[in-house]
């Protein structure tokens, strides 16, 4: 009996193991636009480093791809390009922009919002344009968020969220309506979260448009940036000057888990890596033999 409970252990503890070994602890990035800097936190509030990157002109949001992020400056008219640990891959990726604002990226395709000419371009994440007025006709674009092929898009002065998709066809230039200032979305699953400056809410919509909660999270200070971990929301609060917790469902679980902040604008998280397909065959040689260990005893 002992025996068995020892393989037992060993299978549990081989599993646990081995996926920790696959899986890397996530980092929350945090534009501050009033200090011009990219901080990085961990998912707890702790911090990592408070001037991961520094020197930017009006950060406004960021976005990651595989060990690189992206930073929309507004106040220079570019969007960046530096490693997760900071250091500067080049710092005028995209030039010549109007009013960079939301940033998405699907696959090698890097999506623009520019709030001063009302358009959303598309480049590629190496920086070559592939369309810069890719949509056009949007009233003050903040936040962009993509979802399989379809580019979602909130237009702060409509008070709108619209749908294209990512080859710049319309879908729905009014899924949501009756928002006040949107400017930004995150999606989870078949849903989409935005964040209304107006009102200092977040509301909950599905991605065909049907309101889930309208004022899921409410008492906000001019919200900005919002990022999703499983079931966790992040929100930063521009004026608020802080970034808060909450989950999925609308409860609250820290409202200043980073404080001290200087109009945090942009949020993004480091995305949980699957486990490869050899780390897990890995995994199931060796659960395989120590049951294996566990019927010739």
Sequence with gaps: ??????????????????????????????????????????????TVNTSLISGLDGPEDIAISGNDLFVSNFG?????????????????LISGLNGPTGIAISGNDLFVANYDDHTVGEYTTSGATVNASLISGLDRPYGIA?????????????????????SGVPVNASLISGLDGPVDIAISGDDIFVGNSGN?????????GTTVNASLISGLDNPHGIAISGNDVFVANGTGKTVGEYTISG????????SGL???????IIPVPEPSAGALAGLGATALCLWHRLKTK
């Excluded at 409860?251 to 980073?258: H, P």
């Design 1 to 46: 009996m002992k025996t068995t409970k020892k393989i037992l252990s060993g299978i549990a503890l081989a599993l646990t193991f081995g996926l920790a070994a696959t899986v890397e602890a996530q980092d929350l990035y945090v534009s501050n636009l009033g200090d011009s800097i990219i901080g990085e936190y961990g998912l707890d509030g702790s």
């Design 76 to 92: 220079d008219e570019t969007v960046g390009e530096y490693t997760t640990s900071g250091a500067t891959v080049n710092a005028s």
């Design 262 to 268: 200087n109009e945090p604008w942009g949020l993004t």
């Design 146 to 166: 993509v979802s399989g092929n379809n580019l979602f898009v909130a237009n702060t002065i409509y008070g709108t969220i619209s749908e294209y998709t990512t």
């Design 251 to 258: 409860e609250t679980v820290n409202a200043s888990l980073i």
């Design 200 to 208: 200092g809410t977040i509301g909950e919509y599905t991605t065909s």
